[in-house]
């Protein structure tokens, strides 16, 4: 099972934009770039959803509340993948997770690393 490490949180205000990493490090080709990858966010209170995920064809799939504003990329040379965040908006906030996923139901195959957080302000 691939580790994954998620970075790039921080403070943004609504309207702004932010850019998560989820890396792979130390991880080779093979390891890496047959899995879907895919965001996850919780806010407080609340259970863990999908945002994006990306398969390792390059295909993408958004949760409503994001599409349009989101963008899911990939780098397989880098071992890493992107959550571009834009038109960031209050409900946006939380912790975000990455993880390896199911290509086609995009739960979660792996086990959860410690997050980034992303706290918007208006």
């Known amino acids: 099972q691939v580790q994954l490490v998620e970075s790039g949180g921080g403070l943004v205000r609504t309207g702004g934009s932010l850019r998560l990493s989820c890396a792979a490090p130390?991880?080779?080709?093979?390891?890496?770039?047959?899995?879907?990858i895919a965001w996850y966010r919780q806010a407080p209170g609340k259970r863990r959803e999908l945002v994006a995920g990306?398969?390792?064809?390059?295909?993408?799939n958004y949760a409503d509340s994001t599409k349009g504003r989101f963008t899911i990329s990939r780098d397989n040379t880098k071992k890493t993948v992107y959550l571009q965040m834009n038109n960031v908006k209050p409900e946006d906030a939380g912790d975000y997770y990455c993880n390896t996923a199911h290509p086609v139901r995009w739960y979660g195959l792996g086990s959860w690393g410690q997050g980034t957080q992303v706290t918007v302000s208006s």
């Open positions: 130390g991880a080779s080709g093979p390891t890496f770039n047959p899995y879907a």
């Open positions: 990306i398969s390792s064809g390059g295909s993408t």
